[in-house]
């Protein structure tokens, strides 16, 4: 005796495709949404950048080729001369010396008293609001401020350092003739403003490392500076070469200290403090000579382009160096 299946209602005994219903509007709103949401979140920042920032690049390319009249705001095209002339500039040159010694004499310590500062408020201490807030106050303080308090910090005859140094016995120091000593002193305004802002950023990468590397190092026995060597700075090594990149693009670009450090603002009677964007405005708004200015704005363009493509081809070679798998050699 065989027993056969009944067959289940609607169905055909010839197999073949299925036919899937139209999707409905709701999910083809709900496809597009997942598609093409992201690139409408950040269409606004790129139409911003195009009017403020891509356009004005365009437009200065265009000024550093002609010989621009300002007042009848058209120029004639006269190829690359701005471009041969800022190049043979010597006082070009000086504000490009400048402006790498000042970027190192201020970079260079920043950053390390920033990590310093920023291991320190990652400690358990009391007040970590109260301290944390506090490194960032300096940022606060206007700029042009910050340059008067320390031009007359740093003065020749009546600054609170000579004096010092004077109630020791030791001689004064000429902080607005030598080139060094302005440096230095146009060095520490930078450091006094970015320094609080650069050890948040560093404190932000500590508070995201897992604890439990840190317990796992002092079971082993390692002190507190090896768990900061091996521990901590290999885990904020991404965070710190952004503050290394931001850095770079803001020391080459500083202008508010240089340019109020004395009553004149031209960068010292021999451009000793001179910098390329003190440079940039003394040719544009002091000779009135745009097309030089624009051509000074692009050559500074490109050592920033330089200077950030050796930084990304560093950051790129340090990653790979981490992330490589390394192998053993086993002796045979």
């Not at 300002?70 to 002339?85: K, Q």
């Not at 970027?103 to 301290?131: E, Y």
């Not at 490392?209 to 082993?220: F, G, Q, S, T």
Request: charged letters at 15%; zero cysteines.
């Amino acid at each position: 005796m065989t027993i056969t299946e009944p067959k289940a209602p609607g169905r055909d005994d010839a197999p073949g495709p299925r036919t899937t219903a139209p999707p409905t509007w709701r999910q083809r709103v709900g496809r597009w949404d997942v598609k093409y949401s992201p690139y409408v979140y950040i269409a606004p920042f790129f139409l911003v950048f195009a009017v403020v920032g891509m356009f004005p690049i365009i437009y200065t390319a265009v000024i550093s080729l002609q010989d621009w009249d300002l007042v009848r705001n058209t120029g004639t095209y006269i190829g690359f001369e701005n471009f041969t002339f800022v190049l043979q500039d010597r006082e070009f040159w000086l504000s490009l010396r400048n402006t790498f010694s000042i970027f190192l004499l201020s970079s260079v310590p920043q950053i390390i008293v920033a990590t310093f500062i920023a291991a320190m408020l990652d400690k358990n201490i009391r007040a970590k609001t109260f301290w944390r807030m506090g490194v960032l106050l300096p940022y606060v303080v206007a700029p042009v401020a910050v340059a008067l308090i320390f031009s007359n910090m740093f003065g020749d005859r009546y600054g609170l350092i000579n004096s010092l140094l004077n109630d020791i016995g030791l001689s004064s120091i000429a902080w607005h003739v030598d080139v060094i000593p302005s440096h230095v002193a146009i060095a520490t305004m930078v450091n006094f403003r970015w320094t609080g802002y650069n050890a948040l950023i560093l404190l932000a990468a500590m508070q995201a490392i897992p604890r439990d590397l840190y317990e796992a190092a002092a079971i082993d026995g390692a002190s507190n500076f090896r768990r900061f060597i091996s521990v901590t700075v290999p885990q904020i090594r991404p965070t710190m070469i952004f503050v290394i990149i931001t850095s770079t693009i803001g020391g080459l670009q500083i202008f508010d200290e240089p340019r109020m450090y004395d009553t004149t603002g031209q960068g010292g009677s021999n451009n000793q403090w001179e910098t390329i964007t003190l440079y940039l405005y003394n040719t544009g708004w002091g000779n009135f000579d745009f097309g030089r200015a624009a051509a000074v704005a692009w050559v500074l363009f490109l050592i920033i382009i330089a200077i950030g493509m050796l930084n990304f081809a560093v950051t790129r070679r340090l990653i790979a160096g981490d992330t490589a798998p390394k192998v053993k050699k086993v002796k045979k």
